[in-house]
């Protein structure tokens, strides 16, 4: 079965705390991503990676770190240093076809704080 | 820096209508237009890709058109159905990276 996984699906942290969300794909895609959505907003990009260990930072990296290790696997931390850490996390993936690159999702984690 | 509005924000109808979604974004110089959809609580799932050199695009009751130059695109949904109730997206590609901006969505609900 292809496609992206993403876990666990709903996380419960304490103020503090460092915690880490998973996102593997089976896809072969070189390049991913982390967003963040918040209730009555679109969805904002924190990190992505085109190719194994190099990474660079979105629109709202602050607070959160990644790692790109391996290419099927790209774990997001959210440190206790995010303000407001509370949101619907997402991954994706893209491939380029034919000079086209199309992104795929995966189904998501949502984040509360304590 | 892109910017991509959706209008309208929320969106009731009765089944059967057919409907027109807007999307507009500030930066033109683009590579391709996704269309998605996400249910609640749910990853999104990729419905169209519009490239830059294309007008139209379509896929079963959809229909995805692109003018590039103005800086909009229109999903249109034919004959809606409950099951089509959802948050519509819209993503335009722009620059190196990879990266898609993302609207705020249109929330559609259709009713029996």
Known sequence: DGGITQSPKYLFRKEGQNVTLSCEQNLNHDA??????????????????????????????????????????????????????????????????????????????RLTVL | KQEVTQIPAALSVPEGENLVLNCSFTDSAIYNLQWFRQDPGKGLTSLLLIQSSQREQTSGRLNASLDKSSGRSTLYIAASQPGDSATYLCAPHTGGGNKLTFGTGTQLKVEL
Not at chain 1, 36 to 55: E, K
Not at chain 1, 78 to 105: H, I, R, W
């Open chain 1, 32 to 109: 991913m991503y982390w967003y963040r959505q918040d209730p009555g907003q679109g969805l904002r990009l924190i990190y992505y990676s085109q190719i194994v260990n190099d990474f660079q930072k979105g629109d709202i990296a602050e607070g959160y770190s990644v790692s790109r290790e391996k290419k099927e696997s790209f774990p997001l931390t959210v440190t206790s240093a995010q303000k407001n850490p509370t949101a619907f996390y997402l991954c994706a993936s893209s491939m380029v076809a034919g000079g086209v690159v199309t992104q795929y999702f995966g189904p998501g984690t």
